[in-house]
């Protein structure tokens, strides 16, 4: 693999006293497209909120382009070039689509990424672009909350939980978008509960237990033995 374009070193987090990661050590390179995957409550969203400044992370823990971000603010670190499709999109209500979408241009950041671009990847939302964000379909907020991530130019895309409670057919199209977004060599992240789509769409796979990296390997040569026990644990496996 090429020099790391991001880096996590024993990252911890909590939340209050509940402490919700232990010690992950995670490595990215540029240009490469990574999946998370692990039960509910595995702490996969919480390492991008960490990543994302959302969740408060001690700042050697995490580095970018060779410097220490953790625990800069989110708007900071979307101006050095990280952006995050939360789960549950949260589109600002009050906002038509197209303004839902610049507001991800704030940043300023110079890039292939503007609305003419997005309209392409999505066409649905030029069509729908003065209606209300809340108002479409639940794929199409998610097409929404993509975009306006786009928007910032971000050399690395965090996201989580693209396709939940997404109908197939839906899944499929925002994943087929996937070659356009990172051909110009955008990083990307994702946390993704369906497996089988995780590993199709990643180079590798970290499998997250309990706050804990229980796998780590190439997508196409992990077996659903290996993968079976690190999501659900030896004692599981067994069962």
Known sequence: MSASLLTTHGLQAFYGDAQALFGIDFALA?????????????????F???LAGLVRAPREAIRFKGESIGGLPPGEIVRRGLALVPEGRRLFPSLSVEENLLMGATARRPGPWNLQRLYGLFPILAEKRRQPGTSLSGGQQQMVALGRALMSNPELLLCDELSLGLAPVVIREIYAAMPGITAEGMAMVIVEQDVTMARQVSRRVYCFQEGRVSLEGLSAELTREQIAQAYFGIEAAHA
Request: net charge positive; aromatic share 0%; glycine share 20%.
């Open 30 to 46: 540029a240009g490469e497209l990574v999946a998370v995957i692990g039960a509910n409550g595995a702490g996969k969203s919480t």
């Open 48 to 50: 991008l909120k960490s």
